[in-house]
């Protein structure tokens, strides 16, 4: 590295866990020794990826799976996504031994497909497992021929012949939901065809919802044989999935129902859409404290994927560091101890819930507004500024006033004023589609309420 090089330049080499790192380190020698370890593999190292073997098919996954639902937008833009470093990225995935890539014909304003095929098409199709979706929430894909249509148009945008991992998409609602998208229409015995035909290679659903449907389906597999399951799998849901949400399932459960069958895990939000990696700095403190030359979010990682019956675990990386520092946690993986696993339950876990967010996860399933609002732009916010102890307080405090500017003009930097919580009109079209259950429209109108008595110097009275 040049010695000219900028500060920003080097932290922006770094990334952001590494900047941190810095920071916790700064004075101590044996810390300084670890960074100095963690600088020399911020390049992370070929040919160590960690492989598991799906049993149903044999195929050999990559444990570290690359998620294409926030794919990275050109410069200023909000609606052209830049395919270039969705290539390059794509490259050093695959360079680095990362074989699967999820994606569903909804994810990217419905680009993420397309662009998927083309960063893929430019490598040999033995080098890569694809997976996506039966996205079809949507009345018109809901019928025998409309699902049938964004099957064949999946394969399309893709450039495939055939589809790895093929998913139903989001079951958990409830059972008429199930049957509607997916049984009445006849759909399923189309997809167990295709399966029988090659053009589908492994057949499984994701799962967001209720206990009661996540059984029933299951259930299904000596009918469908389920070759797979995506579930959502962290330190924070395994034990207090239902806790955060009372529609949620602990992911202890589902993981444990899945193993009774021999049904390979797929697991998804590892981080909890960021939560996981944005942690209060007492509980990152925590963390690094422990190991000083790794991220926050790497404890994330090791985590989801240590269990045995994990085939492989999604992360939607946009930005080349965050592919960078979740490789290094899988090339190759370094399981968490049992007293590592306790340490996340009972001392992080523990806290988190504790601090009573809104259980955002970042997915922008509930997205676009129809009027325009960054529903989960106004979430991140709001949790961020409570994990950080900067929300505006009610008591008559010294840092009232300081976190109140702090909050306001923090606010208008994240989410445009034209996008912000005011605009809600409670028409409700977000609520059916959030996998965590929030009642969405009562949330915003909190927050609105909220900034609203901040303006008005009113929070006080």
Known sequence: MEKNISRRSFLKYLGA?????????????????????????????????????????????????????????????????????????????????????????????????????????????????????????????????????????????????????????AIGKDMDEFNKRFVDNGIMDYLVKEREAGRIRNLGFSFHGKKEVFDEVLAMHDKYHWDFVQIELNYLDWDFANEISSKNVDARYLYDELQKLNIAAVIMEPLLGGRLANLPQYLATTLKQRIPERSVASWAFRYAGTPKGVLTVLSGMTYMEHLKDNLLSYCPLKPLTEEEQEF??????????????????????????????????????????????????????????????????????????????????????????????????????????????????????
Request: aromatic share 8%.
């Open 17 to 169: 866990g590494t900047a941190t790192t810095l920071i916790v380190c700064a004075g101590n020698k044996q810390g300084s020794n670890a960074t100095e370890e963690y600088k020399k593999q911020v390049e992370p190292p070929v040919g160590k990826m960690t492989y598991r073997t799906n049993s149903s098919t044999g195929d050999k996954v990559s444990l570290l799976g690359y998620g294409m639902m926030r794919l990275p937008m050109k410069e200023g833009s909000d609606n052209e996504f830049d395919q270039e470093m969705i290539n390059r990225q794509t490259d050093y995935a695959i360079e680095h031994g990362l074989n699967y890539f999820d994606t569903s014909p909804v994810y990217c304003q419905g680009q993420s497909e397309h662009c998927t095929g083309i960063a893929l098409s430019r490598h040999k199709r033995e080098e890569y497992y694809v997976a996506t979706k039966l996205s079809n929430f949507h009345p018109s894909f809901q019928t025998r021929e409309g699902a049938i249509s964004m099957y064949k148009k999946s394969l399309s945008e893709l450039q495939v012949d055939y589809i790895d991992y093929y998913l139903l998409h």
């Open 344 to 461: 996340l339950h009972g001392d992080i876990a523990k806290q988190i819930v504790g601090l009573e967010n809104i259980p955002c996860n970042d997915c922008k399933y509930c997205m676009p507004c129809p009027y325009g609002v960054d529903i989960p732009g106004l979430f991140v916010h709001y949790n961020k500024c409570k994990n950080e102890g900067l929300l505006p307080s009610a008591l008559m405090d010294k840092t009232y006033k300081e976190n109140r500017r702090k909050y306001l003009i923090s606010l208008d930097r994240s989410v445009p004023r034209a996008r912000q919580a005011d605009h809600c009109i409670g028409c409700g079209q977000c609520q059916p589609h959030c996998p965590q259950n929030i009642r969405i429209p009562q949330e915003l109108r909190k927050i609105d309420e909220f900034v609203e008595k901040l303006k008005q110097d009113k929070l006080l009275e």
